[in-house]
């Protein structure tokens, strides 16, 4: 009767503990416990806990003390449930635990346990568990093998996992379409779309017929590099071969001509989707959404999105953020605002990359205060403003001179863990500059360095603009040079801010001598720095020079 009790018991629990899939569980921290056999009693050992009995590892110990114990299959399910939810340390420490009840694991035991450490970049024990296996006298089969390989690709070891391949062949081991779709994505990952290319012959000319998911990885490699042309022969050769193209593969395709900007070719691919009977998903629409708002193609994006919505393909966050981006590239705001307040009323929750996006748009507008509502709406809803949030409203607050601010919330960026990085400084130098606070400006500069923040050419380009209109040449002649003198690529336009600086301070000479030395350093002067020249000379009566820069100019196609 007891028996019968213990055994209900333990099915009441399974099927309780199978029905939720959510449970809280912990675990420790140092990885020298999991691989020790320690004799603590199991009171003594940290992992287990006396929760519900909906708590995965408590089930685990209650099966440890039936009697009789039931399968090791049954210890199994408990441990791939933990596996799947990524709680790895936990599942090493209760096989362990496991083995040391005298309870030994079968083959699909030991795979996941493998599979684990693959998962914690731990490749030398899971190694070590392939001795186990031959130890407890079964045989490796397809699925440690390829749980090996996958390992090592996803710990960065693609060549090792290739290298492994060719000896576990030569050993006469058979592997299936996961192997090998597990290898060319690892080189795929790696950029090394060729050797997934040869890998692919070589699986087509000896060993089996490749599957769609193999040739969608390479095609979707190809895409990356920007050789679109290759994705479609390769995808013309899969469909000759009777390989069906799946809803991966049409979507890379997309994408592929969606990164070339030829969306004329996209749409085309989409034509040919739907009349291949392949449904387009969510992604599918938004990255034609993204492409046409990139180009600032807004009422076309608009299009995908009304067709993407009548077609039953919910949108989600990411489509919305997307168009209001469109939205606010093109200064339509208005529209951005409308799609943000209407996503609520379609079951769709902003993240705070739409709060992001919002408050971008508005402080390029200049609505600053409304851009500051929803940041406030950010903390009431306990979302964290990421760095580009925090620089967008610092942007524009600095626009709109209300620098005082600005300070306030450089302090809640470091507090709340989102360190203002060289746009967020960027923005505050520039106001600075702007209201000839020119030894603050000064002053933040020399502090960026002790920030940990390296300045960027922008950076110097303000400060040198704000140095030379403020009437501090000499400053901003030593800025340029430091610049220089630390190999930066000086572009065009800070040349252009120099010369000009000089000009207004009747250097025409010095402003000349530059002209001739940025062409020396490799920089083409274009038609501002020119203009700037030839304005200044005019002014003072230097027509004969001027009009000789004039021809000059001319005879570059410049004017």
Request: some cysteine.
């Amino acid at each position: 009767m007891s028996l019968s009790r213990s055994r209900l018991s333990y099915a009441v629990s399974t099927l309780r503990f199978l029905s939720n899939s959510t449970f809280l569980l912990s675990f420790p921290s140092s990885t020298s416990m999991l691989y020790s056999h320690s004799s603590q009693s199991q009171s003594q050992l940290p992992f287990i806990h006396k929760a519900d009995d909906d708590d995965a590892v408590a089930l685990f110990n209650r099966m440890l003390h039936m009697h009789p114990t039931p399968p090791v299959m049954e210890f199994g399910k408990i441990l791939g449930s933990l596996m799947k939810t990524k709680h790895y340390p936990t599942v090493i420490s209760l096989s362990r635990l496991m083995e040391f009840r005298g309870i030994k694991p079968d083959i699909f035991n030991l795979n996941m346990l493998i599979n684990c450490y693959c998962h914690m970049g731990q490749m030398t024990f899971a190694f070590s568990v392939v001795g186990h296996i031959f130890k407890r006298g079964y045989q490796p089969n397809t699925i440690t093998l390829t749980t090996l390989m996958k390992g090592l690709c996803l710990n960065g070891e693609v060549k090792k996992a290739l290298h492994f391949h060719d000896k576990v062949v030569a050993q006469g081991f058979h592997l299936n379409h996961v192997t090998y779709g597990t290898l060319i994505n690892g080189l795929c990952k790696i950029g090394d779309t060729k050797a997934a290319m040869q890998l692919l012959r070589k699986i087509e000319g000896q060993l089996m017929k490749p599957n769609v998911v193999m040739y969608s990885t390479i095609i979707d490699g190809l895409c990356k590099d920007k050789l679109v042309t290759d994705a479609c022969d390769l995808f013309s050769e899969m469909v000759v071969k009777k390989i069906t193209p799946n809803v991966v593969t049409f979507n890379t395709l997309i994408h592929g001509f969606c990164i070339l900007g030829q969306l004329k070719e996209a749409i085309g691919m989409l034509n040919e989707m739907v009349l291949k009977n392949v449904n387009p998903d969510a992604h599918t629409f938004t990255t034609l959404v993204d492409a046409f708002c990139k180009e600032g193609k807004v009422k076309e994006a608009k299009t995908v999105l009304t067709v993407m919505m009548k077609e039953g393909v919910k949108p989600g966050v990411v489509t919305y953020n997307t168009v209001m981006d469109g939205y606010s590239l093109v200064n339509k705001v208005n529209n951005a605002k409308y799609l943000f307040n209407s996503m609520a009323q379609r079951g769709v929750t902003p993240n705070v990359r739409s709060y992001t996006i919002m408050i971008n748009g508005l402080c390029k507008i200049g609505m600053v205060d409304e851009a500051i509502n929803l940041f406030k709406q950010m903390h009431c809803k306990n979302m964290i403003p990421d760095t580009v949030a925090y620089s967008s409203l610092i942007d524009g607050l600095c626009k709109s001179g209300r620098i005082p601010y600005v300070w306030d919330l450089v302090d809640d960026m470091r507090i709340r863990g989102q360190p203002p990085n060289i746009i967020t400084y960027n923005s505050i130098l520039d106001s600075l500059c702007k209201s000839h606070h020119l030894d603050k400006a000064i002053a933040l500069f020399l502090k960026l360095k002790d920030q940990g923040v390296q300045p960027d050419v922008y950076t110097y380009n303000i400060l040198i603009d704000g140095l030379c209109k403020g009437g501090r040449l000499k400053k901003a002649e030593e800025v340029f040079q430091n610049l220089l003198i630390k190999g930066y690529c000086v572009s065009v336009v800070t040349y252009n801010v120099m010369i000009k600086g000089l000009c207004k301070e009747g250097l025409f000479d010095a402003a000349l001598a530059l002209l001739s030395k940025m062409e020396d350093n490799g920089c083409v002067p274009n038609a501002v720095t020119f203009e700037t020249i030839i304005c200044a000379l005019f002014e003072i009566g230097e027509n004969n020079k001027a009009e000789k820069l004039l021809c000059d100019m001319i005879g570059r196609s410049l004017l």
